[in-house]
């Protein structure tokens, strides 16, 4: 099993920063890309960036693009999403998850083995 815990959300103005921490334990020895997503209320979960296990390869929702970086640490197994310039419309539980199956890939879609529960990011104007 693996188990992941994100951290680092809260309450930001708009224009300001956040970077949220996503800690996998578990199955640590194995390969995985990890991917954030987010929730906003009343609305359907989205893609936001994922990112490659190997070389680090990265590609983000259109949304997010050059705002949000998405980084990780394999030796601390730990991923990290820099969240810059934040916008109202970012407000939103942002969860983060791993998948096993394809750890060198990049994709757009939500099929991942293991999700976190999740953090608030509230951005106000």
């Known amino acids: 099993q693996v188990q992941l815990v994100e951290s680092g959300g809260g309450l930001v103005q708009a224009g300001g920063s956040l970077r949220l921490s996503c800690v996998v334990s578990?199955?640590?020895?194995?390969?995985?890309?990890m991917g954030w997503f987010r929730q906003a209320p009343e609305k359907e979960r989205e893609f936001v960036a994922r990112?490659?296990?190997?070389?680090?390869?990265?590609n983000y929702a259109d949304s997010v693009k050059g705002r949000f970086t998405l980084s990780r640490d394999n030796a601390k197994n730990t991923v990290y999403l820099q969240m810059n310039s934040l916008k109202t419309e970012d407000t939103a539980v942002y969860y983060c998850a791993a998948d096993l199956r394809r750890p060198n890939i990049l994709t757009l879609g939500s099929e991942y083995d293991y999700w976190g529960q999740g953090t608030q990011v509230t951005v106000s104007s």
């Open positions: 578990g199955r640590t020895r194995s390969s995985y890309a």
């Open positions: 990112i490659t296990w190997t070389g680090g390869r990265t």
